[in-house]
């Protein structure tokens, strides 16, 4: 189940990129940032929490501890 | 001449450092610490190192000069995407090459899809593909070298000869560093380059009399478009979404992801890979716009002139002079004009030098085409077993020269922007690419007939782009010209800044035609052994 709300929320945020509705405004937030900067720029923070997310709840740890359980040589491939 | 000078002491700097990496080497003539810096960079210097290596001229020079003339789009378009998609990249495919890398030793991507795929000549066949794709890259720093050092030294110091500077001394402490002095050198760049955006944008910031006045004005002018995404497509914007796939497929940045010690150092990267770009872009690609507002810098007039004698009589000029206008407008250099202007001596010169920092990432690439080089054809092919560990590590060296020389000639010639050529080929090339190691990664049915025809698919997409744009020349601003519409459905046409096709990118037809090459010719050819698939994916019988 967590896995499934994280994928949900990777196709969301990538759809969000897709902003449309902010395409022709150039309204100013704060006065000189325009809208379409500023909400890219909101996007930009909330991949921050995306990626947070992702590594805290599904780190592949596994990887790490193949690699550990392998001997030096064993399974060498080259 | 004083920001120049700064901007050559910065030189030294990074040059000694270099060296010094060569000196804390302990295993010089092993190829693992030389290639590799034997898999052993901590959490600061993996993060900053990996990003340092993604950032090359077009993150300052390139970012600000598309913005200069397209708009804010400009973040949205590159920025932002790559925010999501990169560390999303480096998340699922990166740690697992690097476990895979620990697991069985391999250095370079195409020594894991030959394992995987049980094959010899194909994986040459990538290894070419990718080799040659490479190499614009390359050339992005030198030219990103060349334009800066000319732009600081207000032409004191000539485009051919700035080039040849920065060629040296990437070379330099890449031959003689290796991945250590890359990887060193690399985190004291990205941490330059980093602290570079917030300076600039405060020093041109108070030159201007603050930005509010700036930003209003445009918004009141006919260039209010500037402010919003009206000069590129919604189908344009979506397509660029693909082009971050390409950063992963890039043999350098795998490369890179095989020198963390732990799986642990993945976590920081990952993380604050979004907020690192957003560093670097947001205030580069707002001096961009902003900089249409400046009206007493002689350079940048000019560009605005040129832009508008393009707008206006374009249509009624040769493809020769309209392209001569295109190179007039271009705004690589725009965001050195507003420092030259607005920022002190002394602190021009040290901004100067963060450019530089971002215009030198060429060194990773550098430093992968000879450890491919070294590795997937020197190696493979049996001169590591026949001359030793020792005359393989000098011949990556070699290797190193004689690609810095190739690229630097190239970049005296290369007519088209940093940006235009960067997105044009290398990226796209590199994003088309990236099904390979989806498959690799997660899909047992792959074949390497499956990774024969995405290799040569991407070829010749490359090469089919590059030739159309050559033959049609691009149409000036507005509509695009339609090549192929049959039955009035418009499938290829040629637009001011590129190739349109079905009113996309050429990216988004190239991955997609790759993912479904892929999965049609594994379906039909013969799979890799069960003892293979098993090392990868687990033994299903047990």
């Known amino acids: ?78 | 001449m004083i920001p120049a000078i700064v901007v050559f002491l910065y030189l030294a700097a990074v040059l000694y450092i270099g060296i010094f990496a060569f000196r804390r080497a302990t295993g010089r003539e092993k190829a693992e610490d030389y290639f590799l810096a034997s898999r052993s960079l901590g959490p600061f210097v993996f993060l900053f190192s990996l990003f340092g290596t993604n950032m090359t001229a077009f993150a300052i020079l390139g970012s600000s000069g598309h913005a200069f003339n397209n708009g804010i789009v400009t973040f949205g378009l590159m920025a932002s995407s790559s925010g999501l998609v990169i560390p999303l990249t480096i998340f699922l495919i990166g740690t697992r090459v690097w476990a895979l890398g620990k697991k069985y030793g391999f250095m370079t991507p195409v020594q894991m899809f030959r394992d995987r795929w049980e094959c010899t000549h194909i994986g040459t066949v990538i290894f070419a593909v990718q080799a040659v794709l490479l190499v614009p890259y390359i050339i992005i720093g030198i030219m990103g070298g060349g334009t800066t050092l000319y732009t600081i030294s207000g032409g004191v110091v000539p485009f051919w000869f700035g080039g040849a500077i920065v060629a040296m001394v990437v070379m330099s402490y890449v031959f003689f560093g290796g991945m250590r002095g890359t990887a060193w050198v690399n985190t004291f760049q990205t941490v330059l380059f980093l602290c570079f955006g917030a300076i600039a944008l405060s020093v041109i910031g108070v030159g201007m009399g603050g930005f509010r006045s700036a930003a209003q004005a445009i918004q009141a002018s006919p260039l209010s478009s500037l402010l919003t995404r009206e000069r590129i497509s919604p189908y344009y914007f979506f397509s660029y979404t693909f082009i971050p796939l390409s950063a992963i497929a890039f043999p350098h940045i795998l490369i890179f992801c095989l020198t963390a010690r732990k799986m642990n150092q993945f976590k920081k990267t990952v993380i604050f890979y979004p907020l690192c770009i957003m560093a670097i872009w947001l205030p580069c690609v707002f001096l961009g716009v902003m900089a249409n507002r400046v009206t007493d810098v002689p350079e940048i007039r000019a560009k605005q002139e040129a832009r508008r004698v393009l707008a206006t009589q374009g249509r009624n000029m040769l493809p020769e002079e309209r392209d001569q206008l295109r190179e007039q407008a271009a705004g690589d250099d725009v965001i050195m004009h507003l420092l030259q202007r607005y920022a002190p001596i002394w602190l021009a010169g040290l901004l100067g030098a963060g450019i530089m920092a971002a215009v030198m990432a060429s060194d990773s690439q550098i430093l992968a085409l000879s450890t491919m080089f070294t590795e997937d054809v020197f190696a493979f092919y049996g001169g590591k077993t026949r001359f030793g560990e020792s005359v393989q590590v000098q011949t990556g060296r070699i290797f190193i020269i004689l690609i810095t020389l190739f690229a630097y000639a190239i970049a005296l010639r290369a007519p088209e922007t940093i940006f235009e050529l960067a997105i044009q080929y290398a990226f796209s090339g590199f994003a088309s690419l990236s099904p390979l190691l989806i498959a690799a990664l997660f899909w047992r049915g792959s074949t390497k007939w499956g990774a024969l025809a995405v290799a040569l698919w991407t070829a010749s997409a490359v090469v089919a782009v590059a030739v159309f744009q050559e033959v049609v020349p691009a149409p000036a601003p507005g509509p695009s010209t339609i090549v192929w519409a049959p039955g009035g459905v418009e499938i290829l046409s040629r637009t001011p800044g590129g190739t349109s096709v079905f009113g996309f990118m050429p990216v988004v037809p190239m991955v997609l035609t790759s993912a479904l090459l892929m999965i049609v010719v594994s379906l039909i050819t013969k799979k890799p052994a069960a003892s293979t698939l098993a090392r990868y994916f687990g033994d299903r019988n047990r």
Do not use: N
């Open chain 1, 1 to 78: 189940m967590k896995k499934i709300l994280l994928v949900v929320a990777v196709v969301a945020l990538y759809i969000l990129h897709q902003d449309i509705w902010f395409w022709r405004s150039s309204y100013l937030v704060f006065g000189f940032i325009p809208i379409g900067l500023f909400y890219q720029a909101c996007f930009s923070v909330a991949a921050t929490l995306l990626m947070w997310l992702l590594v805290t709840f599904a780190w592949p740890a596994h990887l790490e501890e193949e690699v550990e359980q392998t001997k030096p040589g064993e399974d060498a491939a080259l």
